[in-house]
Nanobody, 127 residues
């Protein structure tokens, strides 16, 4: 049984940093994409970042590019999301996702690309 478990969420003041972790169990995703999405109250789920099995990363819109960095540790079957210069509008539940195969870059933005999902971790940015 495949499980994705997120950790690292919490409360932080504007301008602060958090690092989210997503550890997979049940199978290896070292050759497959892993991603982060987020969903704020009353809004649709939004793509944040993805990393391919090859290590290539792609990011969502200008709102996260330059502030967030996705990485992975294949030895730990874990993906990370380093979030810096956090803003109140980054407040959301952050979900980890893992896919199968080697999808093309343009498909990494789509939630339908991913087969497995974590339960989410809350990130709250406020003063």
């Amino acid at each position: 049984q495949v499980q994705l478990v997120e950790s690292g969420g919490g409360w932080v003041q504007p301008g602060g940093s958090l690092r989210l972790s997503c550890t997979a169990s049940g199978r290896s995703f070292n050759s497959n994409p892993m991603a982060w999405f987020r969903q704020a109250p009353g809004k649709e789920r939004e793509f944040v970042a993805a990393i391919k099995g090859s290590g290539g990363a792609t990011y969502g819109g200008d709102s996260v590019r330059g502030r967030f960095t996705i990485s992975r540790d294949k030895g730990k079957n874990t993906a990370y999301l380093q979030m810096n210069s956090l803003r109140p509008e980054d407040t959301a539940i952050y979900y980890c996702a893992a896919g199968l195969g080697s999808p093309i870059t343009s498909s990494l933005w789509s939630a339908s690309t991913y087969t497995f999902w974590g339960q989410g971790t809350q990130v709250t940015v406020s003063s």
